[in-house]
């Protein structure tokens, strides 16, 4: 059995993308409260603005946190039947060998189709990439079932 898991340097440039959007989200939130208050900016509504920070800083916290608890536990394991995907907080996704479909190139990586379902799983590529390349060649040598 083989397993294949995402690869960390990839997940800096992840992160990088999310703490630019939890920024972006306060200087909204700033901007928010400055066109409802105005003037009043201070008087005793100045309390709204470390809240509404501190708001945004606790919702990146946790949202950082969990994208690092889903990179480090997500798995995908090859084996004679078929793939495996294993990740926090999600269900268990099985693609067996017997049931293919095909498999289609996306941004985002493979889209594995079955029998029963067109979009059965992702392969991402954030995998390592000569680990993607290697589960495209074997998915690619698997015979195509047709309904």
């Avoid at 495209?136 to 047709?146: F, N, R």
Wanted: no cysteine.
């Amino acid at each position: 059995m083989q397993t294949f898991r995402l690869d960390f340097e990839k997940y800096k440039k992840v992160r990088r993308h999310l703490v630019i959007t939890y920024v972006l989200l306060a200087l909204v939130a700033l901007g928010i409260i400055y066109m409802y208050v105005g003037e009043q900016l201070f008087g005793s509504v100045w309390v709204l603005i470390p809240l509404s920070l501190l708001a945004v800083g606790l919702i990146s916290h946790v949202g950082l946190t969990k994208r690092i608890k889903f990179w480090e536990g997500f798995e995908i394991a090859l084996d004679d039947e078929g793939l495996i995907r294993t990740a926090p907080e999600s269900k268990t996704i099985q693609v067996k060998k017997a049931e293919f479909a095909g498999a289609r190139e996306i941004k985002e990586g493979l889209v594995l189709s079955t029998l029963e379902n067109e979009n059965a799983m992702l392969v991402p590529k954030q995998l390592r990439d000569e680990d993607y390349q290697e589960l495209k060649a074997i998915l690619e040598s698997w015979p195509v079932q047709s309904a």
